[in-house]
Every structure is written in structure tokens, then in C-alpha cells.
């Protein structure tokens, strides 16, 4: 009998796409488990997607690393954004979404048993990847009672020996933004420790209360050793199209269009075209964005604040907040498990969203994928679960 690999046995299961796929069999369900979007994609993208369509350039294996218009893209939104230079040619690596770029990163940068630094809890997804690099995850909290921010005073400790530290911000699934303090704490870590420092900025602009996100290659002496993962599926409401790239010194980025060139491949190029118009076209969309997002969550954690045993952080950043479940005794699982059956909402519970011990008291919310009315629909809905479940 053939059996699956160590790799595949140590992973675990992706708790978001079970309550996805429980939800697509209840018609109707609020759908606050799944990170997409309400809003549409930007015109300009939606248009020039489909006139690439049958175009013979964008029906094509080449360029493997993204075509150049693309990577042209992507680094002037760097040098104007944040003012970091990056080459398109060899600095700039066009992905299959966010997730491909980094598996590449560290399969090109863990060797087995290697020490890869996390927030605990994470994005399930940078987990699990670790383990598909044959890495060991090493985990730093972020303490609840302190907004889900870094504990700075034992950063070091746990960062020692670490190859790679493998963070982001806004952090999933807390919406934590790093502080100047924080980001600064984990420069040193990685300098102390000679690591890479692989960064996902995935979600770097959606930001709330006026803060902005702190790119570590921005700190003295951090750009020589920091690859950035991003994407369009976040800030432009682009998940489908499914293109990422990574970016970052020439000598750390080589070998990633390698790996990338066995593994992902290329993205496809209708998908390039909407993309490369997404960035250069107009960038306020993204402020309306981010305005009617930070609405969403005011309407939701207010709501979800009011309802007796629920602890609520609310999120600085991103597309979700989480609730601690602990008063009600259960496990998130069966607490998401039974809301959607009763109450035809959907929402995620997040075991193993950070060290496989996290999540079974935390319950998360999406606030972006579906509009206002919806939301406070929701939150009578869950309010009238727990008072008939758990009202003391």
C-alpha cells in the first residue's frame, strides 16, 4: 500500500476551506469565513483582462519571470510608495498569487531542520508551508492582552538560530499592525541571526485609523537581506486573477526564479495584463477601498463587542478580527461548526493558525465579503446563537 510523504502527514488541514465548502451547501449563508471581497476588481483591470484575451503575447510560457510591462509595474509601486529601488530585471519575480512566491522563497532558503521564525498565531498558510520546506517552525507570540502585538522582550531568544524570520503585517488572522518598534525588534533579530528576512505585505494597504505599514527592507541595513511577497488579490479586490511576485536583491532572487520556473511555472497572461493595469492605473481606488472596508469592521466588531462572552481585538489592518471563545467551554471548531447550521453563518475556527495548539478558543470573522446590512444581519444572528447555546 502506497503512503503519503512525512511533508504530507505533518500538515494540517486548512480549516477555512471545510467551512467554505459546509457553507456552499447552505444557500443563503452569511459569508464571513472566506478572505474575499465585495467590491469588484477595478475597471481598468476587468477591461484590459479581457482585451488580452486571444492576444497571442499574453497566450504564452514567456517570460517565465513575469512579463516586463508587469515587473515594471510592480517596482515603480515600490520606488513610489516606499522608495525602494528594485530592478525589474532580476529584482522583481512575477508569481502564481502571493502563496506560490513564498513557498519559493523558502524552498530556496530552508534546508531540512532549518529554524523559520513565526508569529504565533499566523496565517495558516505560512505555516504549513514551512513544513512543506522541511523547516522547523519556532513561533514568538502575540499577546492578545496587548492588541495582538509582538512580546518585544523575548523576540530574541526565540529568534536565535533561526534562518529565516517569516512575518507579516498586517498579520493574519489578527490585523496587527507592526509598530516602528516592532518592525525595528525584528531587523535586529534577523541582523543578530544572519537571517532572511521574508516579508509578506500581502495586505501592506489595507490599513485602518490612519496608519501605515513599516516595510522592514526600509530600515537601515535591511534591504540587502529582506525578500517582499505581494500581490493584487488584497488591495484590488483581485483574488481570482491569482499574481504575486516577489521582490528583492539580485543575489537573493536568483535562485527563487529557479525554484519558481519547477514549481508554479508562470502565472497566465491575461491575468499579467490585468494586473499591470491595476497598478499604474488610478491608485485612489484604493483609498475607497480601505474606507468602506474600515466601515465594515467599525459595524462588525461594534456588533460582535455587545455580545455577552465574546473578547473582541479590533483589527488594525486586513480583513478580519477574531473572538476568544474561552467563556463558552467548547472548541471553535463545533462553536463554527453549529452557528452555520443554526444560523446559516459562516465562519472559520483557527486551529493551527500559528502553532497547531492555537486556535481551538478563536473564532475568525471576515468583514470584507459581504456589505454592511449583511453584517449586522450577522451579528443578530450569532447574538441569538449564543444567548440560546450559552447565556449564563
Same mark, same amino acid.
Request: contains cysteine; proline residues 5%.
Given at each position: 500500500?502506497?503512503?503519503?510523504?512525512?511533508?504530507?502527514?505533518?500538515?494540517?488541514?486548512?480549516?477555512?476551506?471545510d467551512?467554505?465548502?459546509?457553507?456552499?451547501?447552505?444557500?443563503?449563508?452569511?459569508?464571513?469565513? *472566506?478572505a474575499d471581497?465585495?467590491?469588484?476588481a477595478p475597471?481598468?483591470?476587468?477591461?484590459?483582462?479581457?482585451?488580452?484575451?486571444?492576444?497571442?503575447?499574453? !497566450?504564452?510560457?514567456?517570460?517565465l519571470?513575469?512579463l516586463?510591462?508587469?515587473r515594471r509595474?510592480i517596482?515603480?509601486?515600490?520606488?513610489? %510608495?516606499?522608495?525602494?529601488?528594485?530592478? =525589474?530585471?532580476?529584482?522583481?519575480?512575477?508569481?502564481?498569487?502571493?502563496?506560490?512566491?513564498?513557498?519559493?522563497?523558502?524552498?530556496?532558503?530552508? !534546508? +531540512?531542520?532549518?529554524?523559520?521564525?513565526?508569529?504565533n498565531?499566523?496565517? *495558516?498558510?505560512?505555516?504549513?508551508?514551512?513544513?512543506?520546506?522541511?523547516?522547523v517552525?519556532v513561533?514568538?507570540?502575540?499577546?492578545?492582552?496587548q492588541?495582538w502585538?509582538?512580546?518585544?522582550?523575548?523576540?530574541p531568544?526565540?529568534?536565535?538560530?533561526?534562518?529565516?524570520?517569516?512575518?507579516?503585517?498586517?498579520?493574519?488572522?489578527?490585523?496587527?499592525?507592526?509598530?516602528?518598534?516592532?518592525?525595528?525588534?525584528?531587523?535586529?533579530?534577523?541582523?543578530? !541571526?544572519?537571517?532572511?528576512?521574508?516579508? !509578506?505585505?500581502?495586505l %501592506?494597504?489595507i490599513v485602518?485609523d490612519?496608519?501605515?505599514?513599516?516595510h +522592514?527592507?526600509t530600515?537601515?541595513?535591511?534591504?540587502?537581506?529582506?525578500?517582499?511577497?505581494?500581490?493584487?488579490?488584497?488591495?484590488?479586490n483581485?483574488?481570482?486573477?491569482?499574481?504575486?511576485?516577489?521582490?528583492?536583491?539580485?543575489?537573493?532572487?536568483?535562485? @527563487?526564479? %529557479?525554484?519558481?520556473?519547477?514549481?508554479g511555472?508562470? =502565472? *497566465?497572461?491575461?491575468?499579467?495584463?490585468?494586473?499591470?493595469?491595476a497598478?499604474?492605473g +488610478?491608485? %485612489?481606488?484604493?483609498?475607497a477601498?480601505?474606507?468602506?472596508y474600515e466601515?465594515n469592521?467599525?459595524?462588525?466588531?461594534?456588533?460582535?463587542s455587545?455580545?455577552?462572552g465574546?473578547?473582541i481585538?479590533?483589527?488594525?489592518?486586513?480583513?478580519?478580527?477574531?473572538?476568544n471563545?474561552?467563556?463558552?467551554?467548547?472548541?471553535?471548531?463545533?462553536?463554527?461548526?453549529?452557528?452555520?447550521?443554526?444560523?446559516?453563518v459562516?465562519?472559520?475556527?483557527?486551529?493551527?493558525?500559528?502553532?497547531d495548539?492555537?486556535?481551538?478558543?478563536? @473564532?475568525?470573522?471576515?468583514f470584507?465579503?459581504e456589505?454592511?446590512?449583511?453584517?449586522?444581519e450577522?451579528?443578530?444572528?450569532?447574538?441569538?446563537?449564543?444567548e440560546?447555546h450559552?447565556?449564563?
Amino acid at each position: 500500500m502506497l503512503h503519503p510523504s512525512d511533508r504530507s502527514n505533518s500538515l494540517v488541514h486548512m480549516t477555512m476551506a471545510d467551512m467554505a465548502d459546509l457553507a456552499d451547501q447552505k444557500p443563503g449563508a452569511i459569508r464571513l469565513e *472566506n478572505a474575499d471581497a465585495y467590491l469588484s476588481a477595478p475597471e481598468a483591470a476587468i477591461q484590459a483582462t479581457k482585451e488580452a484575451v486571444g492576444v497571442d503575447r499574453y !497566450n504564452s510560457y514567456l517570460p517565465l519571470q513575469g512579463l516586463a510591462e508587469l515587473r515594471r509595474a510592480i517596482a515603480a509601486r515600490y520606488e513610489a %510608495d516606499l522608495g525602494l529601488h528594485y530592478d =525589474p530585471d532580476g529584482e522583481v519575480l512575477v508569481t502564481s498569487g502571493a502563496g506560490e512566491a513564498m513557498l519559493d522563497v523558502l524552498l530556496c532558503y530552508v !534546508n +531540512p531542520g532549518d529554524k523559520v521564525l513565526l508569529t504565533n498565531p499566523t496565517y *495558516n498558510g505560512m505555516a504549513q508551508r514551512v513544513r512543506l520546506a522541511d523547516g522547523v517552525q519556532v513561533f514568538t507570540d502575540l499577546v492578545e492582552d496587548q492588541g495582538w502585538h509582538l512580546d518585544i522582550s523575548s523576540l530574541p531568544a526565540q529568534a536565535r538560530g533561526c534562518k529565516v524570520l517569516f512575518v507579516m503585517s498586517p498579520a493574519m488572522p489578527t490585523g496587527t499592525v507592526f509598530s516602528l518598534a516592532e518592525t525595528q525588534a525584528l531587523a535586529d533579530a534577523a541582523q543578530e !541571526n544572519d537571517a532572511l528576512l521574508l516579508f !509578506n505585505g500581502s495586505l %501592506d494597504k489595507i490599513v485602518y485609523d490612519g496608519r501605515q505599514v513599516i516595510h +522592514p527592507a526600509t530600515l537601515p541595513g535591511m534591504r540587502e537581506r529582506t525578500i517582499i511577497v505581494g500581490s493584487v488579490s488584497k488591495s484590488y479586490n483581485m483574488m481570482g486573477w491569482r499574481i504575486g511576485w516577489a521582490v528583492g536583491p539580485r543575489e537573493l532572487l536568483k535562485p @527563487v526564479h %529557479d525554484v519558481h520556473i519547477f514549481n508554479g511555472i508562470m =502565472p *497566465n497572461g491575461f491575468a499579467e495584463a490585468g494586473a499591470t493595469a491595476a497598478l499604474t492605473g +488610478p491608485q %485612489d481606488v484604493i483609498a475607497a477601498t480601505v474606507a468602506r472596508y474600515e466601515r465594515n469592521r467599525d459595524v462588525l466588531v461594534a456588533g460582535l463587542s455587545g455580545i455577552p462572552g465574546l473578547r473582541i481585538v479590533s483589527p488594525e489592518g486586513g480583513y478580519y478580527c477574531l473572538a476568544n471563545i474561552s467563556a463558552f467551554g467548547g472548541t471553535s471548531t463545533d462553536f463554527c461548526r453549529q452557528l452555520l447550521a443554526e444560523e446559516g453563518v459562516a465562519t472559520t475556527p483557527m486551529v493551527a493558525w500559528g502553532s497547531d495548539t492555537f486556535g481551538h478558543q478563536h @473564532v475568525r470573522f471576515i468583514f470584507t465579503n459581504e456589505p454592511e446590512d449583511r453584517l449586522r444581519e450577522a451579528v443578530q444572528r450569532i447574538a441569538r446563537f449564543v444567548e440560546r447555546h450559552f447565556a449564563a
